[in-house]
Structures are given as C-alpha cells and as structure tokens.
T-cell receptor
Framework: KAGVTQTPRYLIKTRGQQVTLSCSPI?????VSWYQQTPGQGLQFLFE???????NKGNFPGRFSGRQFSNSRSEMNVSTLELGDSALYLC???????????FGQGTRLTVV | EDKVVQSPLSLVVHEGDTVTLNCSYE??????LLWYKQEKKAPTFLFMLTSSGIEKKSGRLSSILDKKELFSILNITATQTGDSAIYLCAVYNNNDMRFGAGTRLTVKP
C-alpha cells in the first residue's frame, strides 16, 4: 500500500513569511503526528491529530499550528517564519496514537 | 523532565561484526518504545516494544525492553555496509513521542 506522502519536498522562504506543509497518511490511518528535526535538537514532537482533533501538543510556540481533514490528510502551518525554523519537518502516520508510526520523506524548509 | 538517552552516539565497525545499541529512558506514563533506522530522510520503523523481556526479531536485528531497569537494546548481527545509518530510539508516553539523539552506525567493508 502507498506510504506517507509529504509535499512539498523542499521549500525556501523568507523571514516573516508563512508556510503550509501537507501530509497524506497511509490509507486507514487516522493519526498524524508532526515532528521537527534539526542537527542541534534532533527530532522533536510538534503535535498529533486524530479524527480531525488535535490530541497532543509539544512545546512549540503558537506560530506552529495544524489541522486535519475528514480524509485524515493533515496540514501544518508556520507563521512569521524565523531563521531557526529551518529544519526537516516529518510527519508520521499511525492507526492511532501509541501504535506503530510510519514516517514520510519530510519537507526540508530553509528560511533565509 | 522526560528524557531518552542513546549510547554510544557514534560507532564504527567492520562488516560481520555484531553491535549493541543502547537506549535508556526516564519518562512519566511510559506506554511503549520504538526503534527506527534513518538513512537519508524518513526514519524507517524497526520495532515497537511494550512488554518487558520479550525479544522482537527481524532477520539480523533484534531488540528487547527492560521496563524495570528502563532501557532497551537493539542488536545487529553480521553487520553489512547497508546497516550504516542513524538508529533512533523513541518512547511514547500519554502525550507525545520523545526521541533520543540517535546512534550513528558506520559499517566499513
């Protein structure tokens, strides 16, 4: 079956702009989690959505937000971009939270 | 504060060697522990462990969890150059999945 699809794969944005990233989970999976990966901080949990509701949230500022649609696809939005937001953003799909999670290829965001 | 610590951070071995990667954790409301392999971008799922003392095995890879001592190990036998990657350990609690910094394994021919 198809894996987790993230779009776009690469993005370059300017400080102050906003960006929206998309994640399509594995068919039948209803939980989508988002992570930020940087060389200094490693993989950090942003938030998790299940059945269109945000169920869990990591320790990130309110500039980071997300949503999930009825088909389980999820989007993540970052407003007022800062240089420090440059990172690989990964989404993970699972049947529900605390089950095997499968990652997409990620979106590489560069803020200049 | 919850934490997941992996050791060693980096490891260089030769093909055919056996390696053991370690993951210790201090996490409130522990639910499960997962191992991933990350080569370029997407971490690839290896194992999920919830019960103590039960070994999970897939080919040359195996893993076990000790919930009393709060650690897990990932063993790779007869290593191959294709095993070169970063191995990540992650722990689910009630609210999030917390990752360790990873172990970078390099397997030389």
């Amino acid at each position: 079956k198809a894996g987790v699809t993230q779009t776009p794969r690469y993005l370059i944005k300017t400080r102050g702009q906003q960006v929206t990233l998309s994640c399509s989970p594995i068919s039948g999976h209803r939980s989508v989690s988002w992570y930020q990966q940087t060389p200094g901080q490693g993989l950090q949990f942003l938030f998790e959505y299940f059945s269109e509701t945000q169920r869990n949230k990591g320790n990130f500022p309110g500039r980071f937000s997300g949503r999930q649609f009825s088909n389980s696809r999820s989007e993540m939005n970052v407003s007022t971009l800062e240089l420090g937001d440059s990172a690989l953003y990964l989404c993970a799909s699972s049947f529900r939270f605390n089950t095997e999670a499968f990652f997409g290829q990620g979106t590489r965001l560069t803020v200049v | 504060e919850d934490k997941v610590v992996q050791s060693p951070l980096s490891l260089v071995v030769h093909e055919g060697d056996t390696v053991t990667l370690n993951c210790s954790y201090e996490v409130t409301n522990f639910r499960s522990l997962l191992w991933y392999k990350q080569e370029k971008k997407a971490p690839t799922f290896l194992f999920m462990l919830t019960s103590s003392g039960i070994e999970k095995k897939s080919g040359r890879l195996s893993s076990i969890l000790d919930k009393k001592e709060l650690f897990s190990i990932l063993n790779i036998t007869a290593t191959q150059t294709g095993d070169s990657a970063i191995y990540l350990c992650a722990v689910y609690n009630n609210n999030d999945m917390r990752f360790g910094a990873g172990t970078r394994l390099t397997v030389k021919p």
